[in-house]
């Protein structure tokens, strides 16, 4: 990626996220960036992507930009267990909740798997039967139909 060039697509980040946090991330509507405890970048979602900056440059040069931006940096801990940092950054209105932001991740990679299960499960790295009780737990029929909607 050079800078001048007209538009820049930065590679994707290695991560050690699964492949259903990924696309959950890439559903948020606002940027999201990972930081390790050494503050190295984990992932950045689409979003965060598309802003053309550098992630393979340090937390300590890297989140001013970001702050500039507007980001929030939130703690990611379990229990006492440091994990790391995310950094925030404003985007577009979207689902708000984890629950939207999971079904919109699995409708989307439904919609790329063109509702074949099997593959989609695999693509998410879920199994089948988790992802049945994500679609009956969110009313989605496996043809892609709500189950609200009117049988054609």
Same mark, same amino acid.
């Given at each position: 990626?050079?800078?001048?060039?007209?538009? %820049?697509? +930065?590679? %994707?980040?290695?991560?050690?996220?699964? !492949?259903?946090?990924?696309?959950?991330?890439?559903?948020?509507s606002e940027g999201v960036v990972v930081f390790d405890p050494n503050g190295r970048v984990l992932y950045a979602n689409i979003q965060a992507r598309d802003l053309g900056l550098d992630y393979s440059q340090t937390s &300590?040069?890297?989140? +001013?930009?970001?702050?500039?931006?507007?980001? &929030?940096? @939130?703690?990611?801990?379990?229990?006492?267990?440091?994990?790391?940092?995310?950094?925030?950054? !404003?985007?577009?209105? =979207? !689902? @708000?909740?984890?629950?939207? &932001?999971?079904?919109?991740?699995?409708?989307?990679?439904?919609? $790329?798997?063109?509702? @074949?299960?099997?593959?989609? $499960?695999?693509?998410?790295?879920?199994?089948?039967?988790?992802?049945? &009780?994500?679609?009956?737990?969110? =009313?989605?029929?496996?043809?892609?139909?709500?189950?609200?909607?009117?049988?054609?």
């Amino acid at each position: 990626m050079t800078p001048n060039s007209p538009n %820049p697509t +930065p590679a %994707p980040l290695p991560s050690i996220f699964s !492949p259903l946090a990924k696309a959950l991330l890439d559903s948020f509507s606002e940027g999201v960036v990972v930081f390790d405890p050494n503050g190295r970048v984990l992932y950045a979602n689409i979003q965060a992507r598309d802003l053309g900056l550098d992630y393979s440059q340090t937390s &300590r040069e890297l989140m +001013p930009q970001l702050a500039d931006l507007g980001g &929030r940096l @939130k703690p990611l801990r379990i229990g006492t267990m440091e994990l790391g940092e995310a950094m925030f950054l !404003p985007g577009s209105a =979207g !689902p @708000k909740t984890l629950a939207e &932001r999971e079904k919109e991740a699995i409708v989307r990679s439904l919609d $790329a798997n063109s509702w @074949k299960l099997a593959e989609t $499960a695999k693509s998410l790295g879920i199994s089948r039967t988790t992802l049945w &009780r994500r679609l009956r737990a969110y =009313g989605l029929h496996r043809d892609g139909r709500s189950k609200w909607a009117q049988a054609s």
